[in-house]
Protein backbone atom coordinates (compact mmCIF):
# COMPACT_ATOMS: atom_id res chain seq x y z
CA UNK A 1 0.00 0.00 0.00
CA UNK A 2 1.58 2.91 -0.61
CA UNK A 3 1.53 6.42 1.31
CA UNK A 4 -0.94 8.63 0.81
CA UNK A 5 1.41 11.93 -0.28
CA UNK A 6 4.49 10.53 -1.27
CA UNK A 7 7.19 12.20 -4.13
CA UNK A 8 6.32 11.18 -7.16
CA UNK A 9 9.25 12.24 -9.87
CA UNK A 10 8.08 13.24 -13.34
CA UNK A 11 9.66 16.05 -14.76
CA UNK A 12 7.14 18.99 -15.31
CA UNK A 13 7.28 22.52 -14.96
CA UNK A 14 5.88 22.27 -11.06
CA UNK A 15 7.99 19.94 -10.12
CA UNK A 16 11.15 21.81 -11.63
CA UNK A 17 9.94 25.48 -8.99
CA UNK A 18 11.85 26.22 -5.88
CA UNK A 19 9.92 24.70 -3.37
CA UNK A 20 9.62 28.29 -1.44
CA UNK A 21 7.42 29.07 -4.91
CA UNK A 22 4.57 26.32 -4.31
CA UNK A 23 5.18 26.95 -0.39
CA UNK A 24 4.51 30.26 -1.84
CA UNK A 25 1.75 29.08 -3.65
CA UNK A 26 -0.49 27.46 -1.00
CA UNK A 27 -0.31 30.64 1.01
CA UNK A 28 -1.79 32.51 -2.52
CA UNK A 29 -4.16 29.86 -2.38
CA UNK A 30 -5.52 30.37 1.17
CA UNK A 31 -5.00 33.87 0.92
CA UNK A 32 -7.39 34.11 -1.92
CA UNK A 33 -9.76 31.85 -1.03
CA UNK A 34 -10.36 33.73 1.80
CA UNK A 35 -10.81 36.98 0.15
CA UNK A 36 -13.39 35.80 -1.92
CA UNK A 37 -17.41 35.56 -0.86
CA UNK A 38 -18.74 33.97 -3.36
CA UNK A 39 -18.50 29.99 -4.38
CA UNK A 40 -17.30 30.62 -8.28
CA UNK A 41 -13.94 32.69 -7.78
CA UNK A 42 -12.68 29.74 -5.03
CA UNK A 43 -14.29 27.21 -7.62
CA UNK A 44 -11.75 29.00 -10.19
CA UNK A 45 -9.11 28.28 -7.37
CA UNK A 46 -9.73 25.45 -6.64
CA UNK A 47 -9.99 24.21 -10.78
CA UNK A 48 -6.56 25.81 -11.08
CA UNK A 49 -5.30 23.27 -8.65
CA UNK A 50 -6.38 20.49 -9.87
CA UNK A 51 -4.94 21.82 -13.68
CA UNK A 52 -1.63 22.43 -12.13
CA UNK A 53 -1.62 18.71 -10.55
CA UNK A 54 -2.74 17.62 -13.90
CA UNK A 55 0.22 18.80 -15.60
CA UNK A 56 1.83 17.62 -13.30
CA UNK A 57 0.99 13.91 -13.88
CA UNK A 58 -0.31 13.76 -10.65
CA UNK A 59 -4.01 13.88 -11.37
CA UNK A 60 -4.31 10.12 -10.74
CA UNK A 61 -3.17 10.75 -7.44
CA UNK A 62 -5.05 13.55 -6.54
CA UNK A 63 -8.38 13.17 -7.33
CA UNK A 64 -9.61 10.61 -4.95
CA UNK A 65 -8.00 13.00 -2.69
CA UNK A 66 -10.39 15.95 -3.70
CA UNK A 67 -13.25 13.39 -3.68
CA UNK A 68 -12.94 12.27 -0.15
CA UNK A 69 -12.32 16.07 0.35
CA UNK A 70 -15.42 16.85 -0.96
CA UNK A 71 -17.12 13.99 0.88
CA UNK A 72 -15.77 15.56 4.30
CA UNK A 73 -16.90 18.86 3.26
CA UNK A 74 -20.54 17.76 2.13
CA UNK A 75 -21.07 16.45 5.74
CA UNK A 76 -20.12 20.16 6.59
CA UNK A 77 -22.23 21.40 4.58
CA UNK A 78 -25.11 19.36 6.33
CA UNK A 79 -24.30 20.63 9.50
CA UNK A 80 -24.70 23.96 8.88
CA UNK A 81 -26.58 24.74 6.16
CA UNK A 82 -30.01 24.34 7.52
CA UNK A 83 -29.19 26.67 10.56
CA UNK A 84 -28.93 29.81 8.41
CA UNK A 85 -32.07 32.04 8.66
CA UNK A 86 -31.33 35.17 7.01
CA UNK A 87 -32.11 35.21 2.74
CA UNK A 88 -34.90 34.05 0.71
CA UNK A 89 -35.98 30.48 1.54
CA UNK A 90 -35.22 27.80 -1.91
CA UNK A 91 -36.40 25.08 -0.33
CA UNK A 92 -36.84 22.79 2.32
CA UNK A 93 -35.96 19.51 2.60
CA UNK A 94 -38.73 17.59 3.94
CA UNK A 95 -41.10 19.79 1.64
CA UNK A 96 -44.66 19.04 3.21
CA UNK A 97 -43.90 19.53 7.29
CA UNK A 98 -41.51 22.61 6.33
CA UNK A 99 -38.52 21.15 8.21
CA UNK A 100 -34.99 21.98 6.97
CA UNK A 101 -34.88 25.10 5.65
CA UNK A 102 -32.56 25.82 3.07
CA UNK A 103 -32.25 29.86 2.28
CA UNK A 104 -30.01 31.05 -0.43
CA UNK A 105 -27.69 32.83 2.16
CA UNK A 106 -27.41 29.37 3.47
CA UNK A 107 -26.33 27.58 0.30
CA UNK A 108 -23.89 30.40 -0.67
CA UNK A 109 -22.23 30.03 3.01
CA UNK A 110 -21.95 26.42 2.49
CA UNK A 111 -20.73 26.33 -0.64
CA UNK A 112 -18.13 28.91 0.26
CA UNK A 113 -16.74 27.17 3.06
CA UNK A 114 -16.80 23.66 0.76
CA UNK A 115 -15.16 25.04 -1.55
CA UNK A 116 -12.41 27.25 0.33
CA UNK A 117 -11.93 23.87 2.41
CA UNK A 118 -10.72 21.46 -0.58
CA UNK A 119 -9.20 24.01 -2.52
CA UNK A 120 -6.33 25.17 0.39
CA UNK A 121 -6.25 21.97 1.83
CA UNK A 122 -5.44 20.23 -1.49
CA UNK A 123 -2.30 22.17 -2.44
CA UNK A 124 -0.72 20.26 0.92
CA UNK A 125 -0.57 16.89 -1.18
CA UNK A 126 0.49 18.76 -4.55
CA UNK A 127 3.01 20.73 -2.84
CA UNK A 128 4.27 17.39 -1.17
CA UNK A 129 3.85 15.19 -4.57
CA UNK A 130 5.86 17.20 -6.55
CA UNK A 131 8.36 18.37 -3.81
CA UNK A 132 11.19 15.84 -2.67
CA UNK A 133 11.90 16.12 1.15
CA UNK A 134 15.19 16.68 1.12
CA UNK A 135 14.69 20.13 -1.06
CA UNK A 136 12.14 21.12 0.99
CA UNK A 137 14.64 20.47 4.24
CA UNK A 138 16.91 22.30 2.50
CA UNK A 139 14.77 25.59 2.02
CA UNK A 140 13.08 24.98 5.48
CA UNK A 141 16.35 25.41 7.20
CA UNK A 142 18.14 27.13 4.83
CA UNK A 143 15.82 29.95 3.96
CA UNK A 144 13.37 29.77 6.82
CA UNK A 145 15.70 29.03 9.13
CA UNK A 146 13.60 26.44 10.99
CA UNK A 147 15.83 24.35 13.09
CA UNK A 148 17.68 21.17 11.41
CA UNK A 149 16.62 19.21 14.39
CA UNK A 150 12.62 19.94 13.50
CA UNK A 151 12.65 19.73 9.75
CA UNK A 152 14.90 16.34 10.03
CA UNK A 153 11.91 14.98 12.12
CA UNK A 154 9.69 16.37 9.80
CA UNK A 155 10.86 14.28 7.01
CA UNK A 156 11.69 11.23 9.22
CA UNK A 157 8.01 11.10 9.90
CA UNK A 158 7.38 10.86 6.58
CA UNK A 159 10.21 8.83 5.33
CA UNK A 160 9.06 6.37 7.88
CA UNK A 161 5.07 5.81 6.44
CA UNK A 162 5.67 3.41 3.92
CA UNK A 163 8.30 1.73 6.35
CA UNK A 164 5.10 1.36 9.00
CA UNK A 165 2.95 0.29 6.86
CA UNK A 166 4.93 -2.46 5.21
CA UNK A 167 4.97 -2.91 9.42
CA UNK A 168 1.19 -2.68 9.49
CA UNK A 169 0.70 -5.17 6.73
CA UNK A 170 2.81 -8.14 7.86
CA UNK A 171 1.31 -7.35 11.93
CA UNK A 172 -2.26 -7.94 10.43
CA UNK A 173 -1.44 -11.01 8.20
CA UNK A 174 0.35 -12.75 11.58
CA UNK A 175 -2.78 -11.85 13.82
CA UNK A 176 -5.24 -12.90 10.94
CA UNK A 177 -3.32 -16.50 10.38
CA UNK A 178 -3.72 -17.25 14.03
CA UNK A 179 -7.85 -16.45 12.91
CA UNK A 180 -7.51 -13.52 13.83
CA UNK A 181 -10.65 -11.46 12.03
CA UNK A 182 -10.06 -8.09 11.15
CA UNK A 183 -12.69 -7.49 8.03
CA UNK A 184 -15.62 -5.78 9.35
CA UNK A 185 -17.26 -2.74 8.11
CA UNK A 186 -18.55 -1.34 11.07
CA UNK A 187 -16.21 1.35 11.94
CA UNK A 188 -16.55 0.67 16.05
CA UNK A 189 -16.13 -2.89 16.10
CA UNK A 190 -12.53 -1.95 13.63
CA UNK A 191 -11.85 0.55 16.28
CA UNK A 192 -11.51 -2.47 18.56
CA UNK A 193 -9.86 -4.84 16.21
CA UNK A 194 -7.18 -2.24 16.04
CA UNK A 195 -5.67 -2.29 19.01
CA UNK A 196 -3.80 -5.65 19.14
CA UNK A 197 -1.82 -4.16 15.66
CA UNK A 198 -1.18 -0.89 17.22
CA UNK A 199 0.22 -2.50 20.45
CA UNK A 200 3.22 -4.25 18.00
CA UNK A 201 3.37 -1.13 16.16
CA UNK A 202 4.38 0.70 18.77
CA UNK A 203 6.57 -1.70 20.10
CA UNK A 204 8.55 -2.41 16.80
CA UNK A 205 8.87 1.27 15.37
CA UNK A 206 10.09 2.46 19.09
CA UNK A 207 12.98 -0.16 18.31
CA UNK A 208 13.49 1.08 15.08
CA UNK A 209 13.93 4.32 16.13
CA UNK A 210 16.75 3.31 18.55
CA UNK A 211 18.10 1.25 15.31
CA UNK A 212 18.04 4.51 13.61
CA UNK A 213 19.55 7.07 16.40
CA UNK A 214 22.52 4.54 16.38
CA UNK A 215 23.33 4.56 13.04
CA UNK A 216 23.14 8.48 12.67
CA UNK A 217 25.03 8.70 15.81
CA UNK A 218 27.61 6.49 14.02
CA UNK A 219 27.39 8.76 10.78
CA UNK A 220 27.71 12.19 13.03
CA UNK A 221 24.75 13.36 13.18
CA UNK A 222 24.07 16.85 14.97
CA UNK A 223 27.62 16.92 15.90
CA UNK A 224 28.05 20.59 15.07
CA UNK A 225 27.43 22.69 12.00
CA UNK A 226 25.68 21.39 8.71
CA UNK A 227 26.52 21.29 5.10
CA UNK A 228 24.08 20.80 2.63
CA UNK A 229 24.43 18.93 -0.76
CA UNK A 230 21.70 20.40 -2.60
CA UNK A 231 21.62 23.64 -3.60
CA UNK A 232 18.12 25.31 -4.58
CA UNK A 233 17.83 28.25 -6.26
CA UNK A 234 15.27 30.58 -8.27
CA UNK A 235 14.91 30.44 -11.17
CA UNK A 236 13.38 32.53 -13.59
CA UNK A 237 10.19 30.57 -13.67
CA UNK A 238 10.16 30.94 -10.12
CA UNK A 239 9.82 35.05 -10.35
CA UNK A 240 7.24 34.25 -13.02
CA UNK A 241 5.41 32.55 -10.53
CA UNK A 242 5.79 34.54 -7.92
CA UNK A 243 4.68 37.59 -10.17
CA UNK A 244 1.42 35.52 -10.81
CA UNK A 245 0.27 34.83 -7.61
CA UNK A 246 0.90 38.03 -6.72
CA UNK A 247 -1.20 39.88 -9.82
CA UNK A 248 -3.81 36.91 -8.42
CA UNK A 249 -4.03 38.09 -4.94
CA UNK A 250 -4.28 41.77 -5.92
CA UNK A 251 -6.85 41.05 -8.07
CA UNK A 252 -9.94 40.90 -5.52
CA UNK A 253 -8.89 44.16 -4.70
CA UNK A 254 -8.95 45.70 -7.99
CA UNK A 255 -12.10 44.02 -9.20
CA UNK B 1 44.17 -0.23 13.54
CA UNK B 2 42.21 -1.70 16.67
CA UNK B 3 43.32 -2.30 19.74
CA UNK B 4 40.72 -3.31 22.85
CA UNK B 5 42.71 -3.84 25.73
CA UNK B 6 40.80 -5.58 29.22
CA UNK B 7 37.03 -4.34 27.92
CA UNK B 8 34.27 -4.93 30.26
CA UNK B 9 30.69 -3.53 29.78
CA UNK B 10 27.57 -3.65 31.80
CA UNK B 11 24.51 -2.04 30.21
CA UNK B 12 22.17 0.25 32.78
CA UNK B 13 19.65 -2.07 34.51
CA UNK B 14 21.96 -5.33 33.75
CA UNK B 15 22.94 -7.82 36.27
CA UNK B 16 25.26 -9.52 33.11
CA UNK B 17 28.36 -7.99 31.54
CA UNK B 18 27.30 -7.85 27.85
CA UNK B 19 31.28 -8.07 28.01
CA UNK B 20 34.20 -9.30 30.19
CA UNK B 21 37.65 -8.86 29.87
CA UNK B 22 38.18 -8.42 25.99
CA UNK B 23 41.49 -8.48 25.02
CA UNK B 24 41.94 -7.89 20.83
CA UNK B 25 44.19 -7.04 18.39
CA UNK B 26 43.51 -6.09 14.73
CA UNK B 27 45.90 -4.52 12.54
CA UNK B 28 45.47 -2.53 9.15
CA UNK B 29 43.88 -4.42 5.98
CA UNK B 30 43.02 -7.15 7.95
CA UNK B 31 38.92 -9.19 6.90
CA UNK B 32 37.93 -10.04 10.55
CA UNK B 33 34.93 -12.41 11.09
CA UNK B 34 33.29 -12.64 14.41
CA UNK B 35 30.63 -15.54 15.18
CA UNK B 36 28.93 -16.78 18.34
CA UNK B 37 25.84 -17.70 19.98
CA UNK B 38 22.89 -14.62 20.70
CA UNK B 39 23.84 -12.89 23.90
CA UNK B 40 27.70 -13.34 23.16
CA UNK B 41 27.89 -9.71 23.17
CA UNK B 42 28.83 -9.75 19.04
CA UNK B 43 26.82 -6.43 18.44
CA UNK B 44 27.72 -4.81 22.22
CA UNK B 45 31.67 -5.50 20.66
CA UNK B 46 30.96 -3.68 17.70
CA UNK B 47 29.08 -0.29 19.55
CA UNK B 48 32.07 -0.22 21.50
CA UNK B 49 33.97 -0.23 18.03
CA UNK B 50 32.16 2.94 16.83
CA UNK B 51 31.82 4.93 20.15
CA UNK B 52 28.51 4.62 20.21
CA UNK B 53 28.68 2.90 23.28
CA UNK B 54 29.92 4.75 25.52
CA UNK B 55 28.84 7.98 24.08
CA UNK B 56 25.14 7.18 23.16
CA UNK B 57 23.87 3.85 24.94
CA UNK B 58 25.33 3.86 28.52
CA UNK B 59 26.22 1.94 31.38
CA UNK B 60 29.84 0.54 33.11
CA UNK B 61 32.64 0.87 30.99
CA UNK B 62 35.77 -0.22 31.95
CA UNK B 63 39.28 -0.95 29.71
CA UNK B 64 40.25 0.94 26.27
CA UNK B 65 39.40 1.12 22.64
CA UNK B 66 41.70 2.77 20.29
CA UNK B 67 40.27 2.89 16.82
CA UNK B 68 42.89 4.04 14.45
CA UNK B 69 44.81 5.47 17.16
CA UNK B 70 41.96 7.43 18.61
CA UNK B 71 40.54 6.83 22.38
CA UNK B 72 36.90 5.69 22.22
CA UNK B 73 36.01 7.43 24.92
CA UNK B 74 37.79 10.86 24.74
CA UNK B 75 36.69 11.29 21.50
CA UNK B 76 33.13 11.73 20.34
CA UNK B 77 31.15 9.53 18.02
CA UNK B 78 31.22 12.08 15.21
CA UNK B 79 35.14 12.25 15.15
CA UNK B 80 35.72 8.42 15.40
CA UNK B 81 32.96 8.40 12.25
CA UNK B 82 36.15 9.62 10.40
CA UNK B 83 37.54 6.25 11.41
CA UNK B 84 35.38 3.85 11.88
CA UNK B 85 31.86 3.12 9.19
CA UNK B 86 29.35 1.54 10.52
CA UNK B 87 27.17 -0.80 8.98
CA UNK B 88 23.86 -2.51 10.88
CA UNK B 89 21.40 -5.52 10.62
CA UNK B 90 18.45 -4.22 9.75
CA UNK B 91 18.55 -2.27 6.14
CA UNK B 92 14.94 -0.67 7.15
CA UNK B 93 15.89 1.11 9.93
CA UNK B 94 19.34 2.67 9.28
CA UNK B 95 18.07 4.87 5.76
CA UNK B 96 17.10 8.12 6.47
CA UNK B 97 16.84 10.00 3.50
CA UNK B 98 14.41 8.92 0.52
CA UNK B 99 16.78 8.87 -2.30
CA UNK B 100 20.34 7.00 -2.71
CA UNK B 101 22.45 10.13 -3.40
CA UNK B 102 20.98 12.08 -0.25
CA UNK B 103 22.19 8.96 2.06
CA UNK B 104 25.15 8.55 1.20
CA UNK B 105 25.37 13.01 1.81
CA UNK B 106 23.89 12.35 5.05
CA UNK B 107 26.96 11.81 7.39
CA UNK B 108 28.69 14.00 4.54
CA UNK B 109 26.48 16.65 5.70
CA UNK B 110 26.47 16.00 9.14
CA UNK B 111 30.57 16.78 9.30
CA UNK B 112 30.00 19.65 7.12
CA UNK B 113 32.03 18.36 4.75
CA UNK B 114 31.74 21.49 1.46
CA UNK B 115 29.01 20.53 -1.38
CA UNK B 116 31.77 20.14 -4.15
CA UNK B 117 33.43 17.96 -1.63
CA UNK B 118 30.13 15.92 -1.16
CA UNK B 119 29.34 15.45 -5.12
CA UNK B 120 33.14 14.05 -5.60
CA UNK B 121 32.51 11.26 -2.53
CA UNK B 122 28.88 10.33 -3.51
CA UNK B 123 30.50 9.59 -6.64
CA UNK B 124 33.55 7.55 -5.09
CA UNK B 125 31.60 5.44 -2.73
CA UNK B 126 28.97 4.60 -5.73
CA UNK B 127 32.03 3.62 -7.59
CA UNK B 128 34.04 1.88 -4.91
CA UNK B 129 30.32 -0.15 -3.75
CA UNK B 130 29.89 -1.00 -7.31
CA UNK B 131 26.02 0.84 -7.39
CA UNK B 132 26.86 3.75 -9.41
CA UNK B 133 23.49 3.22 -10.89
CA UNK B 134 21.75 3.15 -8.44
CA UNK B 135 22.52 6.70 -7.56
CA UNK B 136 18.69 8.47 -8.64
CA UNK B 137 16.99 5.71 -7.39
CA UNK B 138 14.36 6.16 -4.24
CA UNK B 139 15.68 4.16 -1.25
CA UNK B 140 11.83 3.00 -0.77
CA UNK B 141 12.55 0.82 -4.33
CA UNK B 142 15.86 -0.69 -3.36
CA UNK B 143 16.01 -4.20 -2.36
CA UNK B 144 17.46 -5.86 0.74
CA UNK B 145 20.70 -6.41 -0.75
CA UNK B 146 20.98 -3.30 -2.64
CA UNK B 147 19.50 -1.20 0.55
CA UNK B 148 22.39 -2.50 2.75
CA UNK B 149 25.24 -1.62 0.09
CA UNK B 150 23.61 1.87 -0.01
CA UNK B 151 24.14 1.60 3.61
CA UNK B 152 27.86 0.55 3.27
CA UNK B 153 28.45 3.11 -0.03
CA UNK B 154 27.01 5.59 3.13
CA UNK B 155 29.64 4.37 5.82
CA UNK B 156 32.56 4.45 3.14
CA UNK B 157 31.73 8.22 2.15
CA UNK B 158 33.27 9.25 4.88
CA UNK B 159 36.26 8.01 4.03
CA UNK B 160 37.03 5.62 7.28
CA UNK B 161 39.95 3.37 7.39
CA UNK B 162 38.25 0.66 8.91
CA UNK B 163 33.97 -0.53 8.68
CA UNK B 164 32.39 -2.98 11.10
CA UNK B 165 29.23 -4.50 9.96
CA UNK B 166 26.67 -6.30 12.57
CA UNK B 167 25.31 -8.83 11.01
CA UNK B 168 24.92 -7.18 7.63
CA UNK B 169 23.17 -10.03 5.87
CA UNK B 170 20.75 -11.22 8.42
CA UNK B 171 17.67 -10.10 6.66
CA UNK B 172 19.47 -10.75 2.81
CA UNK B 173 18.27 -13.93 0.54
CA UNK B 174 21.79 -16.02 -0.27
CA UNK B 175 22.26 -13.65 -3.56
CA UNK B 176 21.88 -10.65 -1.45
CA UNK B 177 24.43 -11.65 0.94
CA UNK B 178 27.04 -13.03 -1.44
CA UNK B 179 26.98 -9.21 -3.31
CA UNK B 180 27.68 -7.59 0.22
CA UNK B 181 30.78 -9.98 1.01
CA UNK B 182 31.94 -9.43 -2.56
CA UNK B 183 31.97 -5.60 -2.16
CA UNK B 184 33.47 -6.18 1.10
CA UNK B 185 36.06 -8.27 -0.47
CA UNK B 186 36.78 -5.38 -3.33
CA UNK B 187 37.07 -2.69 -0.02
CA UNK B 188 39.64 -4.68 1.94
CA UNK B 189 41.37 -5.93 -1.33
CA UNK B 190 41.50 -2.31 -3.46
CA UNK B 191 41.39 0.19 -0.77
CA UNK B 192 43.20 -1.53 2.18
CA UNK B 193 40.05 -1.37 4.54
CA UNK B 194 39.84 -3.17 7.69
CA UNK B 195 37.61 -5.13 7.96
CA UNK B 196 35.31 -6.29 10.84
CA UNK B 197 32.04 -8.37 10.17
CA UNK B 198 29.65 -10.08 12.87
CA UNK B 199 28.05 -12.58 10.90
CA UNK B 200 25.81 -15.78 11.35
CA UNK B 201 26.50 -17.48 8.26
CA UNK B 202 29.60 -19.36 9.02
CA UNK B 203 29.90 -20.61 5.48
CA UNK B 204 30.27 -17.02 3.68
CA UNK B 205 33.19 -15.49 6.94
CA UNK B 206 35.06 -19.50 5.79
CA UNK B 207 35.31 -18.23 2.13
CA UNK B 208 35.66 -14.60 3.07
CA UNK B 209 37.73 -14.31 5.95
CA UNK B 210 41.26 -13.97 6.42
CA UNK B 211 40.73 -14.49 10.74
CA UNK B 212 38.21 -15.41 12.89
CA UNK B 213 37.06 -14.44 16.12
CA UNK B 214 34.58 -16.69 17.95
CA UNK B 215 32.83 -15.15 20.93
CA UNK B 216 30.60 -16.47 23.96
CA UNK B 217 29.17 -15.12 27.08
CA UNK B 218 31.04 -11.91 26.57
CA UNK B 219 34.25 -13.22 26.34
CA UNK B 220 36.93 -14.29 22.92
CA UNK B 221 36.74 -17.85 22.94
CA UNK B 222 39.10 -18.74 20.64
CA UNK B 223 40.93 -16.26 17.85
CA UNK B 224 42.68 -16.75 14.95
CA UNK B 225 43.53 -17.92 11.03
CA UNK B 226 40.19 -19.28 9.51
CA UNK B 227 41.16 -22.60 9.28
CA UNK B 228 43.08 -22.62 12.90
CA UNK B 229 39.45 -21.64 14.80
CA UNK B 230 37.69 -24.06 12.33
CA UNK B 231 40.00 -27.03 13.66
CA UNK B 232 38.13 -26.62 17.04
CA UNK B 233 35.50 -28.80 15.96
CA UNK B 234 34.31 -30.00 19.41
CA UNK B 235 34.19 -26.29 20.91
CA UNK B 236 32.25 -24.82 17.80
CA UNK B 237 30.03 -27.21 18.03
CA UNK B 238 29.38 -27.02 22.03
CA UNK B 239 28.83 -23.54 21.70
CA UNK B 240 25.99 -23.80 18.97
CA UNK B 241 28.29 -22.50 16.18
CA UNK B 242 27.54 -24.25 13.23
CA UNK B 243 30.27 -24.85 10.92
CA UNK B 244 29.99 -24.98 7.37
CA UNK B 245 29.09 -28.72 5.79
CA UNK B 246 32.19 -28.96 3.82
CA UNK B 247 33.72 -28.22 7.74
CA UNK B 248 31.59 -30.72 9.20
CA UNK B 249 32.85 -33.48 6.20
CA UNK B 250 36.33 -32.65 6.73
CA UNK B 251 35.78 -33.03 10.41
CA UNK B 252 34.08 -36.20 10.38
CA UNK B 253 36.72 -37.89 8.07
CA UNK B 254 38.84 -37.05 10.40
CA UNK B 255 36.89 -38.03 13.52
CA UNK B 256 37.05 -41.89 11.47
CA UNK B 257 40.80 -41.54 10.85
CA UNK B 258 40.41 -41.23 7.39
CA UNK B 259 42.32 -37.46 7.06
CA UNK B 260 44.56 -35.61 8.19
CA UNK B 261 45.63 -32.39 6.81
CA UNK B 262 43.73 -28.48 6.76
CA UNK B 263 40.68 -28.29 7.18
CA UNK B 264 38.79 -27.09 3.74
CA UNK B 265 37.16 -23.63 3.48
CA UNK B 266 35.17 -24.11 0.37
CA UNK B 267 33.33 -27.16 -2.05
CA UNK B 268 36.27 -26.95 -4.26
CA UNK B 269 38.62 -27.65 -1.37
CA UNK B 270 36.14 -30.28 0.29
CA UNK B 271 36.29 -32.05 -3.28
CA UNK B 272 40.46 -32.13 -2.64
CA UNK B 273 39.67 -33.37 0.55
CA UNK B 274 37.38 -36.18 -0.46
CA UNK B 275 38.50 -37.22 -3.93
CA UNK B 276 42.16 -37.83 -1.96
CA UNK B 277 40.33 -40.11 0.54
CA UNK B 278 38.69 -42.24 -1.72
CA UNK B 279 41.84 -42.60 -4.11
CA UNK B 280 44.02 -43.58 -0.50
CA UNK B 281 40.79 -46.30 0.10
CA UNK B 282 40.85 -47.71 -3.50
CA UNK B 283 45.03 -48.66 -2.81
Redesign the interface.
Known sequence: MPAMV??I?TDSFFHRLNPITKILWTFAVLIISFLFNSPIPILVILLSNLLIALASGIIKQVLPMMKALFIFSFILILCQIFFVDEGKTLFYAIPYFNIGKVTDAGLNMSLVMSFRMVATVSTIPILMMTT???DMVVVLVEKLKIPFKYAFMF??A??FI??LMGEIEQIMQAQMSRGYNSDTRNPFKKMVIVIPLAIPLLVSSIK??E?????????????????????IVMGKADYAALVLLLTAILSPALL | MIQIKGLSFLYNDSKEPALNNINLQIGEGEFVGIVGPTGAGKSTLA?CL???IP???HGEFYGEVKVDGKDTVEN???RI?YS???V???P???I????V??EI???????????IE??AR?KESLEMTGISDLRDY?T?QLSGGQKQRV?IA??IA?RPKILVLDEPTSELDPKGSLDIFNTLQKLNKEYSITIVVIEQKIQLLTEYCSRLVVMEKGSVLLDGPTRNVLANQEILQKIGVNSSPVTRLAYMLKKEGLYQGEFPINVEEAYLVVSKVLSEKRR
Open positions: EYQPMTITLRPTKTKMAISMEARGFASGPRSYFRK | LNGVHFLDCAAVGSFQDEAQVSTREDAFGLENLNIPRIAISTASAL
